[in-house]
């Protein structure tokens, strides 16, 4: 009977330096297609104005940045498909509101159906039970209602060193991010704006 070489004999009988080239070229490959899956969602996107809150300083090993959080964060739970829960991958259905920007209206297990103007941002529920906001937009758990807080991949956002602490002392309502969101949900911040005018631009390499 015919003995078929082990894995690690292939391996074996490649010379160091190959196995280093070989190694190398699949490591950049991987970064590669990193880097092209975020530009083909920053080139092709569905775009979506987003309302935010800068809420963090800057990293110093990085540059600054902020942690910001949306509106769309929290999801009535009442909206919710089933018992979700802690950790659960969703889709929240985004329609624009009468101001432009988006308004979470839905969120479920799997890609819902869409109507004209509706994008599917994929996430993941990171609590429950959060208390809904009052007319002071402050939690208030007397009202009875519950909602699920979500992350999408967009809280934190680096931007050019020293302008982190800036950008985080702006008031809520002068601060919105443009994302871009793909057919398959997944989002990325294109553009973030102060008082409607342009601070930084995500290049889309």
């Not at 092209?36 to 540059?63: C, H, M, N, Q, Y």
């Amino acid at each position: 009977m015919m003995r078929v070489p082990s894995v690690d004999a292939w391996i074996k009988a490649v010379p160091p330096l190959w196995r280093g080239v070989l190694s190398l070229l699949v490591l950049c490959g991987a970064l590669l297609a990193l880097v092209e899956s975020r530009a083909g969602i920053l080139r092709s996107g569905a775009e979506v104005r987003l309302k935010t809150a800068p809420v963090d300083p800057r990293d110093l090993f990085r540059g600054d940045y902020v942690v910001l959080s949306y509106e769309i964060s929290l999801v009535d739970a009442a909206a919710g498909e089933g018992d979700l829960r802690r950790g659960d991958p969703v889709f929240v259905k985004l329609s624009p509101g009468p101001d432009g920007f988006a308004r979470a209206n839905g969120v479920f297990r799997s890609r819902p159906p869409l109507a004209s103007g509706e994008t599917a941002i994929a996430g993941r529920i990171r609590s429950t039970g959060v208390c809904a906001a009052g007319a002071n937009g402050r939690p208030d758990c007397s009202l009875g209602r519950q909602r699920l807080r979500v992350d999408y991949g967009l809280e934190s956002y680096f931007v050019p060193q020293f302008s982190g602490r800036a950008i985080e002392r702006t008031a809520r309502d002068r601060v919105e991010v443009v994302a871009a969101v793909s057919e398959s949900g997944q989002a990325a911040i294109k553009r973030l704006l102060i008082d409607g005018k342009l601070v930084h631009a995500e290049p889309p390499y």
